[in-house]
């Protein structure tokens, strides 16, 4: 036997244009400052506030007006964080919020910037109504970051070399009508099998228009003139909590004027719930599309990295470079097995 068959053959790598993708594409997923006006939404500093070195306090409930166009109606519980201070006291959904450290407060807006005045492990007291009967709550605000890195170390080992979690009913972008329609086969995450695949969720504010959208856009540009363009896809996943609450057809079109000033060129769809709104069940389904979380998913289509709190940068970029150099090692068209070494 030759020397030359002895030798084991040479893994194909990636080239280097497109292991600086790993580099750039973390840039793109800092996470977003959030709408102005506020939404009903977990009560607390939203993903991606600056709150300077103060910790930000976190409740960990949603709200919603008890009547929805009457602001003095009242607030009703519509969801509890899994991991939150709120279940801790004894939350349930349903509750009616009367009034906080003996506060009445009728209004979201008022009993977010009550919350977020607060320290992490104040004591809070809570009076809310539950079927017609007046229930005392008490407790101590958490830290929003600890409670959801602990969630988030949570899903990453449930989820860890696994089928990622579902995704909301999606309308996938049409580039040539410039509007969502309803997905064919294959559908926007059905053409991610097989491909090396960054999901991302984002949506229209600033921060996220500039290190999300428009770099996923950049990643796809620069990755077509490489040899790997057909074997790494990426999905970027339109979500608004508060564009939702305004209605379907509203938070279509503010999604579509959104695309139409800056076209994009990696695939977008619209995650939208036939009811206008998710339940609670929802949320904790798709959990990683409501806090614009970040995925990476292999050509087995399993979760090789999953992000929903803080910036991914240097972590993103190495779990994405390291699925870079296997993907060049495997060689072949995508998905196929790694070719052996010869004899």
Not at 4 to 18: G, H, I, K, S
Not at 83 to 101: R, T, V, Y
Not at 300 to 325: H, N, W, Y
Request: with cysteine.
């Amino acid at each position: 036997m030759s020397t030359t068959n002895r030798r084991a053959a040479r893994p194909r790598q990636p080239t280097a244009l497109l292991l600086r993708l790993g580099t750039c594409l973390a840039a793109c997923l800092a996470p977003c400052a959030g709408p102005a006006q506020i939404p009903a939404q977990v009560i607390g500093p939203q993903q991606g506030q600056q709150a300077g070195p103060r910790e930000s306090p976190f409740l960990g409930i949603f709200t919603e007006q008890k009547i929805s166009e009457d602001r003095a109606s009242g607030l009703t519980v519509t969801y509890l964080h899994p991991l939150s201070p709120a279940k801790e006291m004894g939350f349930q959904i349903g509750d009616e919020i009367k009034s906080l450290n003996d506060q009445i407060f009728l209004e979201q807006k008022g009993l977010f910037e009550a919350l977020r005045s607060s320290n992490v492990n104040a004591k809070v007291r809570f009076v809310v109504l539950r079927a017609g009967k007046e229930v005392r709550l008490e407790g101590r605000l958490g830290s929003r970051d600890k409670v959801l890195r602990a969630y988030e170390d949570q899903a990453r080992k449930a989820f860890a070399g696994k089928p990622p979690p579902p995704a909301p009913p999606l309308l996938a972008w049409d580039p040539a009508k410039k509007d969502f329609a309803v997905a064919e086969d294959p559908g926007p995450l059905d053409a991610l099998r097989g491909k090396l695949s960054v999901v991302m969720a984002f949506d229209d504010c600033a921060f996220c228009k500039e290190n999300r959208y428009q770099r996923l856009s950049q990643m796809k540009t620069v990755l077509s003139t490489t040899k790997e363009a057909d074997r790494v896809a990426f999905l970027g996943i339109y979500y608004s909590e508060s564009q939702g609450a305004q209605g379907k057809d509203a938070y279509r079109s503010a999604a579509k004027a959104f695309l139409e000033a800056s076209l994009p060129a990696a695939p977008v769809a619209l995650a939208i719930y036939p009811s206008g709104k998710p339940k609670p069940e929802d949320r904790e389904a798709h959990f990683v599309v409501h806090n614009h979380g970040t995925m990476i998913l292999g050509t087995d289509g399993l979760v090789s990295f999953l992000q929903i709190v803080g910036k991914p940068d240097q972590e993103f970029s190495a779990a994405f470079q390291k699925a870079l150099l296997a993907l060049g090692e495997r060689g072949g068209k995508p998905g196929e097995p790694k070719k052996p070494s010869s004899p």
